[in-house]
């Protein structure tokens, strides 16, 4: 496919979009569709790579509302789960893991979109385990918002707080599972190139996202993302 760089530089544009309108959604999105392109084994690196910079502009826009206190111990545990899922994607067949990471985006999309809501999680416990399944989720697909996003919820975070907190965690993890890649050999020279295509794509997306999310109520515009990713999920199932 002679084009596809310019596919995935578009799918890194709504990914970035999504993730600065709503504050999550960014490998939710971009992991939906980039195995279709390119493969799972690049789309994995590529993602956690853009999303240094994409997490890193939307921490900086937050970063008033973070709270370190409230994100230690998820950030802890998804580092050290972060390994385990990256040894995961190496030896699983390619078409398990898209069944399970279709499994997780329709999952939580169908969770976002139902309105569930758990019983608080204020424990350590939920803590651990939340950010351990999300470095796990993380490592293998990219996908570490999840779990965490559940905890969040669970914890009934202000939206300021939310978008903030999320940002914090996502970059350290994204950070975490680049260094991973990059020590395994899964940051190619090809992921290199796909990266550099798309930045400007990315750049317009943050900024379309940045700059409609005083316009667009974000509740609505997640309502669309969730729908949308539990057709992909189901895809990728199927």
């Known amino acids: 496919m002679a084009n596809y760089p310019f596919i995935v530089a578009a799918i890194l544009f ?16 971009s992991m939906a569709m980039l195995p279709h392109v390119v493969g799972i084994q690049m789309a994995t690196p590529l993602v956690a790579v ?11 826009r937050y970063r008033q509302a973070l709270n370190v206190h409230a994100i230690w111990r998820v950030v802890l545990a998804s580092v050290v789960g972060i390994p385990v899922g990256i040894v995961w994607l190496r030896y699983l067949d390619e078409r398990i893991v898209l069944i399970v990471l279709g499994v997780v985006i329709a999952g939580y999309a169908l969770y976002a979109l139902l309105g569930l809501r758990l019983p608080s999680m204020q424990g350590s416990l939920w803590a651990y385990f939340t950010g351990f399944l999300g470095g796990m989720l993380g490592g293998a697909y990219n996908t570490s918002g999840p779990p965490v996003i559940v905890y969040a919820d669970g914890n009934r975070w202000e939206p300021s707080e939310f978008k903030s ?36 794509a990315i750049g317009l997306g943050l900024l379309a996202g940045m700059t409609l999310d005083r316009w667009v109520k974000p509740a609505v515009f997640r309502r669309i993302v969730q729908v949308l990713l539990i057709l992909m999920g189901l895809r990728l199932i199927f």
Do not use: D, K, Y
């Open 14 to 29: 709504l990914a970035a979009f999504t993730q600065s309108l709503s504050g999550f959604g960014l490998a939710l999105v």
């Open 50 to 60: 853009a999303a240094i910079a994409i997490e890193g502009v939307l921490l900086l």
């Open 165 to 200: 907190n999320l940002q914090g965690f996502f970059i350290i993890n994204s950070f975490v599972v680049m260094v991973s890649h990059l020590v395994v050999g899964n940051i190619t020279p090809e992921v290199w190139r796909l990266l550099v295509v798309s930045l400007p």
